[in-house]
């Protein structure tokens, strides 16, 4: 009896139908202020919007290639003030690893910039092009890019929403040896992320991604950190799991457990639920200085701020 409720515990996903099971993996269908079809309209109008404004205000350089591959491409935006010792925060978009772009996704450079960070929104290619085994290897060679171009900086700080937090936590558990170089990582803040891939599999998101059990296991931050005798090799620096009130039982279930496994192996990382907010506004309301997710950045940042 004992045992059966501790598998349950482990696993609750396995006990979900089918149906079930593709609705907690459908952020949409949890947002409560609009209609679940028209959620992912304004999330990307309101990001396609916000990178205009950015283009248009700050000085940047656009598609700046960080790899040799066609969709290896960055835009990186400046503060007013010309230094070569900045911050870097380096952004990882969602979209299920199958959407998204950087060109809609430049929802915090105008108050990131505003007090003297160096913004970049990274591409990556995503499905059907690229498999999950490309996109990590390419988010992992943009941060390399990134602290080989500024190798004054003070500090990378990554940054990734729903895929994109599933990302940058495979970055954060990257082998830094066979890349030559050491970045400069100082803070990792993971948005209503995905960190066990097992579950995807059997939804309706599987479909351009085509993962294996294999492939998936290979690509969860939260297996490899189970399987590691020890924590990875990396500088120590603060790592936070944030999530919405209104994401799915399933996507907080996730970032709970995957911030605890990151505290069992020594990381220093904590968890956040931000109340009032879904799994798209969490992330659309970084185009505000005052936001609640905005100011943790800030102040993680500079600490003085």
Same mark, same amino acid.
């Given at each position: 009896?004992? #045992? =059966? !409720?501790?598998?349950?515990?482990?696993?609750?996903?396995?006990?979900?139908? #089918?149906?079930?099971?593709?609705?907690?993996?459908?952020? @949409?269908?949890?947002? +409560?202020?609009?209609?679940?079809?028209?959620?992912? @309209?304004?999330?990307?109008? *309101?990001?396609?919007?916000?990178?205009?404004? !950015?283009? #248009?205000?700050?000085?940047?350089?656009?598609?700046?290639?960080?790899?040799?591959?066609?969709?290896?491409?960055?835009?990186?935006?400046?503060?007013?003030?010309?230094?070569?010792?900045? %911050?870097?925060?380096?952004?990882?978009?969602?979209?299920?690893?199958?959407?998204?772009?950087?060109?809609?996704?430049?929802?915090?450079?105008?108050?990131?910039?505003?007090?003297?960070?160096?913004?970049?929104?990274?591409?990556?290619?995503?499905?059907?092009?690229?498999?999950?085994? $490309?996109?990590?290897?390419?988010?992992?060679?943009? &941060?390399?890019? /990134?602290?080989?171009?500024?190798?004054?900086?003070?500090?990378?700080?990554?940054?990734?929403? =729903?895929?994109?937090?599933?990302?940058?936590?495979?970055?954060? /558990?990257?082998?830094?040896?066979?890349?030559?170089?050491?970045?400069?990582?100082?803070?990792?803040?993971?948005?209503?992320?995905?960190?066990?891939?097992?579950? +995807?599999?059997? *939804? =309706?998101?599987?479909?351009?991604?085509?993962?294996?059990?294999?492939?998936?296991?290979?690509?969860?931050?939260?297996?490899?950190?189970?399987?590691?005798?020890?924590?990875?090799?990396? %500088?120590?620096?603060?790592?936070?799991?944030?999530?919405? $009130?209104?994401? =799915?039982?399933?996507?907080?279930?996730?970032?709970?457990?995957?911030?605890? !496994?990151?505290?069992?192996?020594?990381?220093?990382?904590?968890?956040?639920?931000?109340?009032?907010?879904?799994?798209?506004? +969490?992330?659309?309301?970084? *185009?505000?200085?005052?936001? &609640?997710? *905005?100011?943790?950045?800030?102040?993680? +940042?500079?600490?003085?701020?």
């Amino acid at each position: 009896m004992a #045992a =059966s !409720a501790l598998s349950v515990r482990e696993t609750p996903w396995k006990i979900l139908s #089918a149906e079930e099971l593709e609705k907690q993996y459908s952020p @949409s269908r949890w947002v +409560i202020r609009m209609k679940a079809e028209e959620v992912v @309209s304004t999330f990307v109008q *309101t990001g396609n919007e916000a990178t205009r404004k !950015a283009r #248009a205000t700050r000085r940047n350089q656009l598609n700046v290639p960080y790899g040799d591959g066609e969709g290896e491409k960055m835009d990186i935006y400046f503060p007013d003030e010309d230094s070569k010792a900045f %911050p870097l925060f380096l952004f990882i978009h969602g979209g299920y690893w199958q959407n998204g772009s950087k060109d809609d996704s430049a929802f915090m450079v105008k108050p990131l910039t505003a007090q003297g960070m160096v913004v970049a929104i990274v591409a990556y290619d995503i499905a059907p092009k690229g498999t999950l085994d $490309q996109m990590v290897a390419q988010v992992t060679r943009s &941060v390399v890019f /990134l602290q080989r171009r500024y190798p004054s900086n003070k500090g990378i700080y990554l940054c990734g929403h =729903s895929a994109g937090a599933h990302l940058a936590a495979m970055v954060l /558990l990257a082998s830094w040896t066979k890349h030559g170089v050491m970045p400069n990582l100082q803070g990792f803040f993971l948005v209503s992320g995905i960190y066990d891939l097992e579950p +995807i599999i059997s *939804t =309706s998101q599987n479909a351009p991604l085509h993962l294996t059990l294999e492939d998936a296991q290979r690509n969860s931050p939260q297996r490899r950190l189970e399987m590691a005798p020890m924590r990875p090799v990396a %500088p120590a620096c603060p790592v936070l799991v944030v999530v919405a $009130q209104h994401d =799915s039982p399933e996507f907080q279930r996730q970032s709970r457990e995957f911030c605890e !496994a990151l505290c069992r192996v020594g990381w220093e990382a904590s968890f956040q639920q931000l109340r009032g907010l879904d799994h798209f506004d +969490i992330i659309e309301n970084l *185009t505000q200085e005052d936001d &609640v997710l *905005t100011q943790i950045i800030l102040k993680t +940042i500079f600490p003085t701020l």
